[in-house]
């Protein structure tokens, strides 16, 4: 799964890849319910560390390697798997104002990054902002079609650092995408690529160029019975893989 950026919907996908499609499966109250309780804490402590305002400071361009959140950034709960990752980059002699630009160009991202089909900003009031983003995403034989609809909030705690905290309302896994017969699964019974997904995002601006770290968590149906010790190492290295690039994607937005 491709999460995007920016605590924006996309940011919701950097999983995108990572869960191997199956059978229909159901999202279960016990497993919404760990979902949220992490998510809770991982908030928490996000914005502890964003209002103590200890941003990362660097200077080296480019893009390091994307960390886990909590363990082994897979993260296993009742009937699920919590994905949980930080990526983070520098952009020389970019400003705070350009940076937010091109994370708030909603109708744009499908000229950003490669995996989406559609996006539109739904609504906004003030800096609270409704996105609706369809992506598509393959990797190691594995695909599908997803929309999703998310709120996207932005604070400013400072002059020089801004975050921004996105929350998926509502993904459907879309079947036979583009054709006549489109039509969307219910959400929560379906393939169990991603269940949900939220995002935490920074922004920091320094004398040199803009500091950006996104945190992304997301949830899916467990890997299948007796596959799990084949498809596990391989979905961590596409959730690292995949944030990574999301992160090159938006550096180049910005740069242009």
Known sequence: MTCRFAAVPLALLVLFATVPLAAAADLTPPTLLAYDNYLQQAQDAFLARVRADRSVARTTEGVPPARPGREDGIVS??????HHWVGGAFIPRATLQRTLEVSRAYDAYRTIYKEVIESKLVGREDDVYQVLIRIKDSE????AVLDVHSTVRYVRQTNRLVYSITNADQIREVQNAGQANERLLPAGHDSGYLWRAASFT?????????YVEMETIALSRSFPPLLGWFIEPIA?????KSIERSLEQFIAAVRK
């Open 140 to 143: 190691a034989g594995v695909g």
């Open 202 to 210: 920074m922004f920091a601006e320094q004398d040199s160029g803009v």
């Open 236 to 240: 961590r290295r596409l959730g690292r």
């Open 77 to 82: 709960v009742p009937g699920g798997l919590i």
